[in-house]
């Protein structure tokens, strides 16, 4: 199996076909290492757009991409042809972040034609599994890290790339992946991307019920159990809703003892997720469970 580091450029513009903007892919950069992560080829294309005469300023100061670069480009469905032939058949894709995703689902629906697909294949987010090691190693990390700054924790020197052409880009990332590759821990991090479930999933908008009367609420989504005896207790007010929690009291029908009771109900792709929390005032939280 090889590894694929792919990175792409894109500029938004306007798609008659989609009513909207988009973020048409200017550059695909891609670095190919065999199963034990040598070297084993690049690949680099840039795209002439279909869509606009030019691309942004932002973009240009961004990449170093000027229009006249883009211009000078191949069609995308060639590019995207080229790509899908010199990636072969076993791969995994690899790109940090998964928002080169986002831009693929929609070039694919909007740019190219005749049914072409981007190869993709099994695919893992670079980013997430990255951030997983660096926190293993002892470091700190709240927030989705950029690519520089894994490759900095990493003592992965910077300087001799421009930072952000698809091609320097996907390089550097080869060089993070070497550093913190583990089989058995990366493992899990690969997605069937031609599982038609894979976008579903991704494009999938977690969202938050806010009324009682919402069809997907479900009487366990609701129901306290008493946490000093572990008898049902019962709804004694009515339920108020504020920042995603619904509010009431709860009473104990076995040994009286009486709660604040909060539920946070969040929609998921997989159905929704109630979290509960049983207060006392004046108290901490005392329980904390997800169902
Ligand atoms: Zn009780």
Redesign the pocket.
């Known amino acids: 199996m090889d590894f694929i580091i792919l990175d792409l450029e894109w500029d938004s513009a306007y798609c008659k076909k989609k009513s909207g903007f988009i973020n048409q892919i200017i550059q695909i950069g891609a670095v190919k290492l065999d199963q034990n992560l040598n070297f084993v080829d690049n690949f680099s294309r840039t795209v002439r757009s279909a869509v606009s005469k030019k691309v942004t300023k932002r973009f240009t100061e961004l990449t170093g991409i000027t229009t006249e670069d883009m211009l000078a480009g191949i069609p995308l469905n060639d590019a995207v042809r080229e790509y899908n032939d010199w990636v072969g058949d076993d791969f995994v894709t690899l790109t940090w972040s998964n928002s080169d995703l986002y831009a693929i689902m929609n070039n694919v629906k909007f740019l190219l034609s005749d049914g072409l697909q981007f190869k993709t294949g099994n695919y893992a987010d670079l980013q997430s599994f990255v951030q997983n090691e660096l926190r293993l190693k002892g470091h700190e990390i709240n927030n989705q890290i950029s690519l520089s700054a894994a490759a900095e924790m990493l003592g992965i020197s910077t300087d001799m790339f421009e930072l952000h052409t698809a091609l320097d880009d996907s390089t550097i990332t080869a060089a993070v992946l070497k550093k913190t590759y583990n089989e058995s821990r990366f493992a899990p991090y690969i997605k069937d991307t031609t599982d038609p479930e894979f976008y579903k999933k991704l494009t999938f908008k977690k969202q938050y019920i806010t009324k009682l009367t919402d069809p997907r609420i479900e009487p366990k989504h609701l129901s306290f159990i ?1 946490d ?4 049902e ?1 019962k709804r004694s007010k009515k339920w108020k809703y504020k920042n995603h929690w619904f509010m009431t009291e709860f009473i ?6 009486k709660f604040l009771a909060r539920v946070m109900l969040k929609v998921t792709y997989n159905g929704v997720k109630a979290s509960k929390r049983i207060i006392y005032p004046t108290e901490k939280v005392q329980q904390d469970v997800t169902v």
């Open positions: 008493c000093k005896c572990s008898n207790a104990c029908l076995k040994c009286g003892n």
